[in-house]
């Protein structure tokens, strides 16, 4: 480091960003991207500071950095632990802040009281035993030098959703969504909205508050979170807490933790991406200024003749700084463990279109991440599989939205405890945000109430078993049929394709076979080796279903190159 400096921190944040005024000087960006030491072995360690300074002022700044956890209050905890909160049902429920070093802590809550000292680092945990459902509101005390009372706190279900901006698309914008709004009025489901913002953005204002529906509450709110909060309170009848942790145009590594990243010669890429950026962040700001200059005076002009604006211009992924690997783990996701939850339901995937074949290494290990950090198990994880799309085209293709959807398949058929909820009949041709929210929520809540509750039904429709060949046909055998396969408005089966060892698709014909099996041929290809359904990414007319009318998987029997092969 320059000047000779330099210095080992206890622990950082593992990816933050710090802007500093030094006398004069213009404000500039410090990066420190720390990965800390564990118990196994020192993984790396890299500071990284790209602001000038004299040695006066680093000096000032160190000694900033390393006393400022000593100025800390005395009790407190994190904002998720507050008044009209929901507790987890039926498992340990953590619950943690910080104090001064040393300090007694008291947190007694339903007739359970756990006492505990805070570490020389002045965090605490205690663990209240697992309780029953309850409507009826508690009061939480936590107690040392000073006392925090917390009221209104009901015991049930606690989910999270999360993702890009389909899952963060609001009650407000979806279709019917203000009688919806309207109708809000159960107060025993609790919303838990998470402000958006990334690791390095500090800020005084929480991180969300607990509050429970109404109308003011839920307009702002994910519009499928919603859904799938009123629908699991209508079938359990317990208390429903919903995270909201969502942010639109954003990709999966921003919410995996950097050194499940780093681990993966795949998925390093992620983070050497972020440093490219850092480097050529100055061009890029200023040819995406001049860009969108001109598209300011071409908009004004086009206003002033009567004509169509063009369109703005796309911001860069330099300037983006939600898609800063780990930068929405560490700041939307870190500060809720290890809150007691029953599962997660994820809706992403738009962003990593054009690297589908490593998304398929990436969500993974995203749910790996999730799961290992909250130290609850193999915790349910529903993946929301991506909608038809874009506009229908003639013949079968090869598009990285299909592959991408593959890759969500994938990920559910080899992750335990993990499931898919299939939006291929939901989405719009062109709009990647569909208004459709409740028949989505629907279905989030279905597969929920199979996964984690046990209900007696099929979680989401039909998937993809095998292909055998017989005779000219492959036979496709399906999974999760309920009371068989079914064909939407009767009819022929359509979106079926096969191709040979030439690697060429053709349409085929389709015959259901028993309770759930699909002979599929084609005269086009007397040998065929692999099959395909619904595969493009608008197909036109997906209607293979179980007997409840939940659509089937799309899904491919090839493991041929596709469209972003390597692509990191």
Same mark, same amino acid.
């Not at 000292?117 to 697992?130: E, F, I, M, N, R």
């Not at 299909?402 to 058929?413: K, P």
């Not at 040998?527 to 493009?536: G, L």
């Given at each position: 480091?320059? +000047?000779?400096?330099?210095?080992?921190?206890?622990?950082?944040?593992?990816?933050?960003?710090?802007?500093?005024?030094?006398?004069?000087?213009?404000?500039?960006?410090?990066?420190?991207?720390?990965?800390?030491?564990?118990?196994?072995?020192?993984?790396?360690?890299?500071?990284?500071?790209?602001?000038?300074?004299?040695?006066?002022?680093?000096?000032?700044?160190?000694?900033?950095?390393?006393?400022?956890?000593?100025?800390?209050? +005395?009790?407190?905890?994190?904002?998720?632990?507050?008044?009209?909160?929901?507790?987890?049902?039926?498992?340990?429920?953590?619950?943690?802040?910080?104090?001064?070093?040393?300090?007694?802590?008291?947190?007694?809550?339903?007739?359970?009281?756990?006492?505990?000292?805070?570490?020389? %680092? !002045?965090?605490?945990?205690?663990?209240?035993?697992?309780?029953?459902?309850?409507?009826?509101?508690? $009061?939480?005390?936590?107690?040392?030098?000073?006392?925090?009372?917390?009221?209104?706190?009901?015991?049930?279900?606690?989910?999270?959703? #999360?993702?890009?901006?389909?899952?963060?698309?609001?009650?407000?914008?979806?279709?019917?969504?203000?009688?919806?709004?309207?109708? /809000? +009025?159960? $107060?025993?489901?609790?919303?838990?909205?998470?402000?958006?913002?990334? /690791?390095?953005?500090?800020?005084?204002?929480?991180?969300?508050?607990?509050?429970?529906?109404?109308?003011?509450?839920?307009?702002?709110?994910?519009?499928?979170?919603?859904?799938?909060?009123?629908?699991?309170?209508?079938?359990?009848?317990?208390?429903?807490?919903?995270?909201?942790?969502?942010?639109?145009?954003?990709?999966? *590594?921003?919410?995996?933790?950097?050194?499940?990243?780093?681990?993966?010669?795949?998925?390093?890429?992620?983070?050497?991406?972020?440093?490219?950026?850092?480097?050529? @962040?100055?061009?890029?700001?200023?040819?995406?200024?001049?860009?969108?200059?001109?598209?300011?005076?071409?908009?004004?002009?086009?206003? /002033?003749? !009567?004509?169509?604006?063009?369109?703005?211009?796309?911001?860069?992924?330099?300037?983006? *700084?939600?898609?800063?690997?780990?930068?929405?783990?560490?700041?939307?996701?870190?500060?809720?463990?290890? &809150?007691?939850? @029953? !599962?997660?339901?994820?809706?992403?995937?738009?962003?990593?279109?054009?690297?589908?074949?490593?998304?398929?290494?990436?969500?993974?290990?995203?749910?790996?991440?999730?799961?290992?950090?909250?130290?609850?198990?193999?915790?349910?994880?529903?993946?929301?599989?991506?909608?038809? &799309?874009?506009?229908?085209?003639?013949?079968?293709?090869? *598009?990285?939205?299909?592959?991408?959807?593959?890759?969500?398949?994938?990920?559910?058929?080899?992750?335990?405890?993990?499931?898919?909820?299939?939006?291929?009949?939901?989405?719009?041709?062109?709009?990647?945000?569909?208004?459709?929210?409740?028949?989505?929520?629907?279905?989030?809540?279905?597969?929920?109430?199979?996964?984690?509750?046990?209900?007696?039904?099929?979680?989401?429709?039909?998937?993809?078993? +095998?292909?055998?060949?017989?005779?000219?046909?492959?036979?496709?055998?399906?999974? %999760?049929?309920?009371?068989?396969? @079914?064909?939407?408005?009767?009819?022929?089966?359509?979106?079926?394709?096969?191709?040979?060892?030439?690697?060429?698709?053709?349409?085929?014909?389709?015959?259901?076979?028993? @309770?759930?099996?699909?002979?599929?041929?084609?005269?086009?290809?007397?040998?065929?080796?692999?099959?395909?359904?619904?595969?493009?990414?608008?197909?036109?007319?997906?209607?293979?279903?179980?007997?409840?009318?939940?659509?089937?998987?799309?899904?491919?029997?090839? #493991?041929?190159?596709?469209?972003?092969?390597?692509?990191?």
């Amino acid at each position: 480091m320059a +000047n000779g400096w330099s210095f080992a921190p206890t622990c950082l944040a593992r990816h933050t960003y710090l802007r500093l005024n030094c006398g004069k000087r213009r404000s500039r960006f410090m990066r420190f991207f720390i990965l800390c030491r564990s118990r196994e072995k020192v993984r790396l360690t890299e500071v990284q500071i790209s602001v000038s300074m004299n040695t006066s002022s680093m000096i000032l700044f160190l000694a900033i950095l390393l006393v400022a956890p000593a100025a800390r209050a +005395n009790v407190a905890v994190p904002d998720v632990i507050g008044n009209a909160m929901v507790l987890q049902r039926d498992q340990a429920v953590p619950i943690w802040g910080t104090a001064d070093p040393g300090e007694t802590v008291v947190v007694k809550f339903a007739s359970q009281t756990r006492n505990t000292k805070a570490g020389s %680092d !002045g965090k605490w945990q205690v663990t209240l035993s697992s309780m029953p459902a309850s409507a009826t509101p508690g $009061t939480m005390t936590i107690s040392g030098n000073n006392t925090i009372t917390l009221g209104d706190v009901l015991v049930g279900e606690v989910w999270i959703v #999360s993702g890009q901006s389909n899952m963060q698309f609001t009650l407000a914008e979806s279709a019917d969504g203000e009688a919806a709004i309207a109708a /809000a +009025n159960d $107060t025993a489901i609790r919303l838990f909205n998470i402000n958006r913002k990334v /690791a390095f953005q500090h800020e005084s204002g929480p991180l969300a508050l607990w509050q429970p529906v109404s109308p003011s509450s839920v307009r702002g709110f994910s519009a499928a979170g919603y859904y799938f909060a009123a629908q699991l309170r209508d079938a359990l009848h317990i208390p429903i807490g919903m995270i909201n942790s969502s942010y639109g145009g954003t990709q999966a *590594e921003a919410w995996t933790p950097v050194e499940y990243l780093l681990a993966s010669p795949d998925l390093r890429p992620c983070v050497d991406r972020t440093k490219i950026w850092d480097e050529e @962040r100055p061009r890029v700001k200023a040819e995406y200024e001049q860009r969108m200059q001109d598209w300011r005076e071409a908009a004004e002009k086009a206003k /002033a003749e !009567g004509a169509r604006a063009p369109s703005e211009p796309r911001v860069p992924d330099a300037l983006r *700084e939600s898609r800063i690997a780990a930068s929405l783990y560490d700041r939307m996701i870190a500060p809720l463990i290890p &809150y007691a939850i @029953r !599962g997660v339901v994820w809706y992403q995937g738009e962003s990593n279109e054009g690297r589908a074949q490593q998304y398929e290494v990436l969500l993974p290990t995203l749910i790996k991440a999730w799961r290992e950090r909250w130290g609850e198990g193999n915790f349910p994880f529903g993946i929301v599989q991506l909608p038809n &799309y874009r506009d229908v085209l003639p013949e079968p293709s090869d *598009e990285p939205w299909s592959y991408l959807r593959e890759a969500q398949r994938r990920t559910a058929l080899t992750t335990p405890n993990s499931g898919l909820i299939v939006t291929i009949d939901i989405g719009e041709a062109h709009d990647i945000h569909p208004k459709d929210k409740l028949n989505l929520g629907k279905r989030m809540a279905r597969w929920a109430l199979v996964t984690a509750y046990h209900y007696k039904m099929t979680a989401s429709g039909p998937v993809f078993r +095998n292909a055998k060949l017989r005779g000219s046909k492959l036979v496709v055998t399906f999974d %999760d049929v309920g009371k068989g396969l @079914r064909i939407r408005n009767g009819g022929k089966l359509e979106e079926f394709a096969v191709a040979g060892a030439d690697h060429q698709w053709h349409w085929a014909s389709a015959k259901s076979e028993g @309770r759930n099996r699909v002979a599929v041929w084609s005269d086009a290809v007397p040998r065929p080796v692999a099959v395909r359904y619904a595969f493009n990414s608008n197909p036109r007319n997906p209607n293979l279903t179980d007997d409840a009318g939940l659509p089937a998987a799309p899904f491919r029997s090839d #493991s041929w190159p596709g469209p972003t092969d390597g692509k990191r």
